[in-house]
């Protein structure tokens, strides 16, 4: 596994003027061989893994049962584990929310062959503290139809107190799986000493949360 700090924020840049560049941000590239081990940067911490699946356009009502993410990504749900599901009228499309919340470790075995080259374009985490509940995770940025300013507020829930990071999923052309964290500081990152040299985002892949 490559760890590279993107202190130039390339990819953030994209989206935020830099006068509201709160977040920092540093990339995870996998072999296919590799380990996850997302633990290693956020231990004592909990995860909310986020699948989710819209309705077609031109169909109004769909049945819940057959429509949920997790049982169509094949993904056992552990005793352990707590499923939250919810169902949001997103601009005119219905969408379908599965969240599992789990500690760290579990959500790496989980969630290890969700890549953003396949069915992992959507999928997204959040890293909270212990004493976050998914009650407390603001979704109104699914209201929003514009997939720019809706990325803008699923990255602004980093800016309440208990949420300390955004994991995003994507490739590179190579092949390697990347991993991109948001935060808002580099508490996680302290061992990393790669920076990203350069722009390499035209040859990347990274799934936006909550696109349609």
Known sequence: MKKYIDTNAYYLSNFFE???????????????????Q???FFPDQKVYSFLWEYADEDILVKIDEWKRAFRRNDIEILQEAKLHTRNYLSGDRKVYLDCLETNPITADKKFKNLTAYDTGQRFVQIVADENISFADIDLSFLELTDIADKFRAVVGILDTEGFRALI?????????????CIMKSYEACSKITETLPLNIFENTYVAMPFSG
């Not at 995003?168 to 991109?180: P, S």
């Open 168 to 180: 995003l999923n994507g490739y590179h052309h190579r092949g390697e799986l990347l991993k991109v």
């Open 38 to 40: 997302m633990e290693n």
């Open 18 to 36: 830099h006068n509201e560049l709160r977040y920092e941000s540093f990339w995870l590239f996998y072999n296919r061989e590799d380990k996850i």
